[in-house]
């Protein structure tokens, strides 16, 4: 399974960004998904997740209310809608794909390149 992340960008604090992650895959309804970043210097985070039919959704204390994931099943994209964005989001931003509904990066099997996004004050 291969993934594509785009959207990524230079914005000011305050600014929202909308990420896609893309996949040609026929199975892509099989998949929970979740976005996680890694900012200059630390380690990779779990940012959110979503269920393989999108009903369930789960976040991150620091995004819960700024950040909302989706999923489009027919469109074979799953996004992330980042508003009231902060230098601290400053971040290379990662899709994955996995059989699990779980912030473990670890559990998810196929990661996309990641899209740098940029948040200056």
């Known amino acids: 399974v291969q993934l594509q992340a785009s959207g990524g960008g230079l914005v000011q604090a305050g600014a929202s960004l909308r990420l896609s992650c893309a996949t040609s895959t026929r199975t892509f309804s099989s998949y929970n998904m979740g976005w996680f970043r890694q900012a200059p210097g630390k380690e990779r985070e779990f940012a959110a997740a979503i269920s393989r039919s999108g009903g369930r959704t789960y976040y991150v204390d620091s995004v819960k209310g700024r950040f909302t994931i989706s999923k489009d099943n027919a469109k074979n994209a799953v996004y992330l809608q980042m508003n009231s964005l902060t230098p601290e989001d400053t971040a290379v931003y990662y899709c994955?794909?996995?059989?699990?509904?779980?912030?473990?990066?670890?559990?998810?099997?196929?990661w996309g390149q990641g899209t740098l996004v940029t948040v200056s004050s």
């Open positions: 994955a794909a996995g059989w699990d509904f779980t912030v473990d990066a670890g559990s998810y099997k196929y």
